[in-house]
């Protein structure tokens, strides 16, 4: 199974490019991430063009941050469309992930937390509160967390804690973390976008990458 999932970030491209890239990366892949900017360009109804091309796991990144009913409006939105959606666990449980992670159950979409991310302004402010965040993230038993590659002592940290939830990374690549150095830290899947999708050759770097999972894994991390 592979442990890579390509963020689709998208810079002006027809919707087509991704669909097609969506086909061509599917075999190296465990999933596709979407975030705002695809969103907004090609609109929700473009998702089932991605999952037609490869019906592997599909993720919005939505970052959500808001108020309970406002959350979940946007989740409903998506419904049927995505497997899992991100929201930061910033906002507290009370009024917001509390009631986030109820609806989107109920509406069989994963929710996935963010622990703290992969800039360095993280630390001005997400990071300084990391316990609190945590705590959060206890409370509500989300399916997944996002914890950034680019400071593994963080996905080490969650880990140590106690968390048996997905760990998610992003940062691997473009934003300088190495291949397989956040599955080796803790994480379950490493996050990639910009080192694949502008890479000369897409498919020949994710299996690259796979290749790399293998050998921090072993044998059970191979493409799939
Ligand atoms: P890239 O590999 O091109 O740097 O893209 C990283 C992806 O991961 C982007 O889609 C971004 O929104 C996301 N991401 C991140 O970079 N850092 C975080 O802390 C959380 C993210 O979701």
Redesign the pocket.
Same mark, same amino acid.
């Given at each position: 199974m592979s442990r890579l999932i390509v963020?689709f $970030?998208p810079e002006g491209e027809p919707l087509r490019y991704w669909v097609g890239l969506a086909g061509e990366l599917c075999r190296e892949i465990w999933g596709v991430?979407v975030?705002l900017p695809f969103l907004l360009r090609y609109g929700s109804s473009s998702l089932r063009e991605i999952r037609g091309a490869c019906d592997k796991s599909l993720i919005a $990144?939505l970052?959500l941050a808001d108020i309970e009913p406002v959350m979940l409006s946007s989740v409903s939105a998506l419904r049927g469309l995505v497997d899992a959606v991100?929201a930061h666990a910033f906002v507290g449980y009370a009024g917001a992930i509390e009631g986030l992670r109820r609806g989107a159950e109920e509406m069989g979409v994963k929710l996935i937390l /963010?622990a #703290?991310? #992969?800039?360095s302004g #993280?630390e001005e402010v997400i990071d300084p509160a990391f316990e609190r965040v945590l705590e959060v993230i206890r409370r509500a038993e989300p399916w997944g967390i /996002?914890a950034?590659a680019t400071r593994p002592a963080v996905i080490a940290a969650i880990r140590q804690r106690g968390f048996t939830q997905k760990i998610l990374s992003?940062? /691997?690549?473009?934003?300088g973390a190495l291949p397989g150095s956040a599955l080796r830290a803790g994480a379950d899947y490493e996050? /990639?976008?910009?080192?694949i999708?502008r890479s000369k050759d897409p498919l020949a770097t994710a299996r690259a990458i796979n290749l790399q999972h293998q050998l921090v894994l072993g044998s059970s991390g191979g493409a799939g």
């Open positions: 963020a $970030d991430k975030g $990144d970052k991100i /963010v #703290s991310m #992969s800039h #993280s /996002v950034p992003p940062g /691997v690549g473009a934003q996050i /990639v976008g910009r080192y999708t």
